[in-house]
């Protein structure tokens, strides 16, 4: 149930996000009278599940129908009948494939992956997106990115006036980090509290990790106890870092909220609210430490003292065989950290929603930069659907799923303005080449470098399969 609850999630996402996308691309073409041929949500090899186009005054629609063959550019479109959709090529055909991965939007007198140049060889005409000025194929082309963008200050903006946002600040991160493995490797404790990396502070705990590869960080003060500590981080370390998720997980105090069914320390005397400060005599008060401190006396009994509403107790506890003694903690977090809100009424949340989408923006363009180059290794974390999935909740959660909606969005949008032949961005470039030499590249040359491009995205995405793939073994 979770799977297809992912899959649904994933395939709704995608669908509007592209439907978003291609309508930026459609609508500019519109705007300055420029034929589409067709508009579909999802691909159609071979047949359609629906569509449909408006004609002779009335819309005619097809359902699970065959693609019509297209007709060659010097066709009498006279001897066709009436009720042959391809009598009326100026009027757009709307429909939805069957292959839910994507959409497009096909205009006339334009080189992409839907035609080629042989097939605008015919002498090119006013409705034909070829014949139009520079700056209108500008905006065609960057329609779609700018609806995108648009599409995720809308969603951010949606979520932060509904729902609200909520962080801890690293500054109320009183407890300050817990490390896995490479953190402890590169100097990092349980317990210290970050203050800088290369004097620049961050002020969300949970950007921490994304921040320190983001600024490619040489050296990280922290606070341990009352002393200051300087850390070296070498940039050899990026490519680990970008595979070891939760370098600084939240610390936070053993206080125990109950008891496991049919607990092993039921009647150990220990009680609920019960703060756990010293382990056999030794001060600790992190679940981490003490969780990590248990695994070493498997099967055994303990001595635990406690902070009881002001004054110390001693307990005795037994340990099962797994290191665990059976107890609930405290997961509430308000009720150790000073956790910001903030809810926005409709009008302030359009500048906080423009906020949020600038700087995910530059973060994503940051995440970019370090997969292109190739000394990070970060190539190595590129996802395709299956990574997609992987970040959406199991159960429908409106707030996350618009969440994630939106920075999807983004990632499009930033994904598609990279100048490379296939992507907006690549035809975006070619159309600044011509207005600064004032030559406009021949139709054949576009469908070279589109060629180029698609081949480069395609190895990109059996990139992204193949580390899925790797993930799941």
Same mark, same amino acid.
């Given at each position: 149930?979770?799977?297809?609850?992912?899959?649904?999630?994933?395939?709704?996402?995608?669908?509007?996000? !592209?439907?978003?996308?291609?309508?930026?691309?459609?609508?500019?073409?519109?705007? *300055?009278?420029?034929?589409?041929?067709?508009?579909?949500?999802?691909?159609?090899?071979?047949?359609?599940? *629906?569509?449909?186009?408006?004609?002779?005054?009335?819309?005619?629609?097809?359902?699970?129908?065959?693609?019509?063959?297209?007709?060659?550019?010097?066709?009498?479109?006279?001897?066709?009948?009436?009720?042959?959709?391809?009598?009326?090529?100026?009027?757009?055909?709307? $429909?939805?494939?069957? #292959?839910?991965? $994507?959409?497009?939007?096909?205009?006339?007198?334009?080189?992409?992956?839907?035609?080629?140049?042989?097939?605008?060889?015919?002498? /090119?005409?006013?409705?034909?997106?070829?014949?139009?000025?520079?700056?209108?194929?500008?905006?065609?082309?960057?329609?779609?990115?700018?609806?995108?963008?648009? &599409?995720?200050?809308?969603?951010?903006?949606?979520?932060?006036?509904?729902?609200?946002?909520?962080?801890?600040?690293?500054?109320?991160?009183?407890?300050?980090?817990?490390?896995?493995?490479?953190?402890?490797?590169?100097?990092?404790?349980?317990?210290?509290?970050?203050?800088?990396?290369?004097?620049?502070?961050?002020?969300? *705990?949970?950007?921490?990790?994304?921040?320190?590869?983001?600024?490619?960080?040489?050296?990280?003060? !922290?606070?341990?106890?009352?002393?200051?500590?300087?850390?070296?981080?070498?940039?050899?370390?990026?490519?680990?870092? &970008?595979?070891?998720?939760?370098?600084?997980?939240?610390?936070? /105090?053993?206080?125990?909220?109950?008891?496991?069914?049919?607990?092993?320390? %039921?009647?150990?005397?220990?009680?609920? $609210?019960?703060?756990? !400060?010293?382990?056999?005599?030794?001060?600790?008060?992190?679940?981490?430490?003490?969780?990590?401190?248990?695994?070493?006396?498997?099967?055994?009994?303990?001595?635990?003292?406690?902070?009881?509403?002001?004054?110390?107790?001693?307990?005795?506890?037994?340990?099962?065989?797994?290191?665990?003694?059976?107890?609930?903690?405290?997961?509430?977090?308000?009720?150790?950290?000073? #956790?910001?809100?903030?809810?926005?009424?409709?009008?302030?949340?359009?500048?906080?929603?423009?906020?949020?989408?600038?700087a995910y923006i530059k973060s994503y363009a940051k995440d970019l930069?370090?997969?292109?180059?190739?000394?990070?290794?970060?190539?190595?974390?590129?996802?395709?659907?299956?990574?997609?999935?992987?970040?959406?909740?199991?159960?429908?959660?409106? %707030?996350?799923?618009?969440?994630?909606?939106?920075?999807?969005?983004?990632?499009?949008? #930033?994904?598609?303005?990279?100048?490379?032949?296939?992507?907006?961005?690549?035809?975006?470039? *070619?159309?600044?080449?011509?207005?600064?030499?004032?030559?406009?590249?021949?139709?054949?040359?576009? %469908?070279?470098?589109?060629?180029?491009?698609?081949?480069?995205? &395609?190895?990109?995405? #059996?990139?992204?399969?193949?580390?899925?793939?790797?993930?799941?073994?």
């Open positions: 149930m979770v799977l297809f609850v992912k899959i649904i999630q994933v395939i709704f996402a995608l669908s509007l996000l !592209v439907l978003v996308h291609e309508f930026g691309h459609y609508l500019f073409a519109k705007l *300055f009278k420029t034929r589409v041929d067709q508009f579909y949500m999802f691909f159609n090899p071979r047949f359609s599940i *629906f569509k449909c186009k408006w004609f002779n005054g009335r819309l005619h629609c097809k359902f699970f129908s065959k693609n019509t063959e297209m007709l060659p550019p010097d066709a009498d479109l006279s001897t066709l009948s009436d009720d042959d959709w391809r009598k009326y090529p100026d009027n757009t055909e709307y $429909g939805i494939g069957w #292959v839910p991965l $994507g959409g497009y939007c096909a205009i006339a007198g334009m080189v992409d992956e839907t035609k080629s140049a042989d097939d605008l060889c015919k002498e /090119p005409q006013p409705w034909e997106m070829r014949t139009k000025p520079a700056w209108q194929r500008f905006l065609i082309m960057f329609g779609g990115v700018f609806f995108n963008f648009l &599409l995720a200050i809308g969603l951010y903006a949606a979520v932060l006036h509904h729902w609200g946002e909520e962080y801890l600040r690293n500054d109320d991160a009183v407890y300050g980090i817990a490390v896995n493995d490479l953190s402890y490797e590169l100097g990092f404790r349980n317990g210290d509290r970050i203050l800088s990396f290369d004097g620049k502070p961050v002020d969300d *705990f949970s950007q921490l990790q994304i921040e320190l590869l983001h600024s490619k960080a040489t050296e990280a003060l !922290v606070l341990r106890g009352q002393d200051t500590v300087k850390i070296s981080i070498g940039e050899e370390y990026i490519p680990q870092m &970008l595979n070891s998720p939760g370098m600084f997980a939240l610390a936070y /105090p053993f206080v125990v909220a109950g008891f496991a069914e049919n607990s092993i320390n %039921e009647d150990s005397g220990l009680q609920s $609210g019960d703060k756990v !400060v010293a382990l056999n005599g030794e001060e600790m008060c992190l679940v981490q430490d003490i969780q990590a401190a248990l695994k070493d006396h498997k099967g055994d009994s303990i001595s635990v003292a406690v902070d009881r509403a002001g004054s110390v107790a001693e307990v005795g506890l037994q340990v099962d065989t797994t290191g665990m003694v059976q107890v609930l903690l405290e997961n509430d977090l308000t009720k150790f950290f000073n #956790v910001t809100y903030n809810k926005y009424k409709f009008f302030p949340a359009i500048p906080a929603g423009i906020k949020k989408a600038c930069g370090l997969i292109f180059s190739p000394k990070t290794k970060a190539y190595k974390s590129v996802g395709s659907f299956i990574t997609i999935g992987r970040i959406f909740p199991g159960t429908w959660d409106w %707030e996350r799923v618009w969440s994630l909606c939106a920075m999807l969005s983004i990632m499009l949008a #930033v994904l598609n303005i990279v100048p490379i032949p296939g992507l907006d961005g690549g035809h975006i470039l *070619f159309i600044f080449v011509e207005i600064l030499t004032g030559h406009k590249p021949s139709d054949k040359f576009l %469908e070279v470098a589109q060629t180029i491009g698609m081949i480069f995205l &395609l190895a990109l995405m #059996v990139l992204a399969f193949g580390n899925d793939i790797r993930s799941l073994f």
